[in-house]
């Protein structure tokens, strides 16, 4: 591949990043991200063949940014000298707080409808973060059975509390834009109340 080619392709990408951000999943057509771009509508099938391909690398970008953000709030915490839950409850916040900041690009990354078959397995790219939640998990409980099972259980309650404020459905029963309580009641849930 050429320099010119990986230069479209990174336009390309670039453009379909700030379309997902300002105007979400649905602006993110061909004609559209080839349009924001500034190149013809036809460009975008030459550097990808497919579009599901081209939406893959706009989502491996919110990949790329999301795992960025967990890690540096798990740094942070394991810095300070936080306990296992204290880091776990780190990265909660640090993925509820890209979630809110990334309406568009949190719903891309994980809309596997539109991502299957680009070629690309970018649920792999968040395994390690997945990984980091079951060692925290086995920290706070080793006697834990199945901390796959309960890692799993704890990142769908938190996607779901992320995907619920996104709709306005949380602030519709809480009448508070605050998720701290729910994010409390998911995590005492899940490990157990937590002293305080």
Not at 53 to 80: K, P, V, Y
Not at 89 to 112: D, I, K, T, V
Not at 165 to 193: F, M, N
Request: charged share 20%.
């Amino acid at each position: 591949m050429t320099e010119q080619e990986r230069d479209l392709r990174a336009r390309l990408v670039a453009a379909g990043v700030e379309l997902v951000t300002r105007e979400g999943v649905n602006a993110l057509g061909l004609r559209e991200i080839a349009r924001q771009a500034g190149v013809s509508h036809g460009a975008p099938r030459r550097h990808f063949p497919t579009h599901r391909e081209l939406l893959a690398a706009i989502a491996r970008q919110g990949f790329g940014r999301l795992t960025d953000a967990l890690a540096g709030a798990d740094a942070l915490a394991a810095s300070t000298g936080a306990d296992a839950r204290t880091r776990l409850e780190a990265l909660a916040r640090a993925y509820l707080g890209y979630a809110a900041a990334n309406p568009g690009m949190f719903e891309l990354m994980f809309r596997h409808d539109l991502l299957e078959g680009s070629g690309a397995d970018l649920r792999r790219t968040t395994l390690p973060l997945f990984r980091t939640f079951a060692d925290l998990i086995t920290e706070i409980h080793p006697q834990c059975d199945d901390p796959t099972a309960a890692t799993a259980a704890l990142w769908a309650n938190l996607h779901g509390l992320a995907q619920l404020r996104a709709w306005g459905s949380l602030r519709l029963v809480t009448g508070t834009e605050d998720i701290t309580p729910l994010l409390r009641a998911a995590l005492d849930a899940h490990l157990g109340p937590a002293v305080r």
